[in-house]
């Protein structure tokens, strides 16, 4: 099986900084493109940052300037670095990654539980 590990989440204050870390684990052979999604309540799920397994990064228009997405191909992690938080960034943050499995074809999609970030004063 293949897990996705999210850590790093909490309560901040405006302004403040956190750093999201994403362990994927089990039998994989490889892993394709990872990122970082996000989910405010009422709201649709977006992408928030997504990196290539080159290290080429894109990123949401609301948080170019602030965040940075890193991985660390060894380890089978990626990062999100989030500066000059705000309120609006309150939401869960969910790790994505399209791994292929040991045995397997196909890459597929996989996804963490997700961490709550939570930006107030």
């Known amino acids: 099986q293949v897990q996705l590990v999210e850590s790093g989440g909490g309560l901040v204050q405006p302004g403040g900084s956190l750093r999201l870390s994403c362990a994927a684990s089990?039998?994989?052979?490889?892993?394709?493109?990872m990122g970082w999604y996000r989910q405010a309540p009422g709201k649709q799920r977006e992408l928030v940052a997504g990196?290539?397994?080159?290290?080429?990064?894109n990123y949401a228009d609301s948080v170019k300037g602030r965040f940075t997405i890193s991985r660390d191909n060894a380890k089978n992690t990626v990062y999100l670095q989030m500066n000059s938080l705000k309120p609006e960034d309150t939401a869960v943050y969910y790790c994505?990654?399209?791994?292929?499995?040991?045995?397997?074809?196909?890459?597929?999609?996989?996804w963490g539980r997700g961490t709550q970030v939570t930006v107030s004063s």
């Open positions: 089990g039998r994989i052979l490889s892993i394709n493109d």
């Open positions: 990196i290539t397994s080159g290290g080429s990064p």
């Open positions: 994505n990654a399209f791994i292929t499995k040991i045995g397997d074809i196909y890459r597929r999609g996989y």
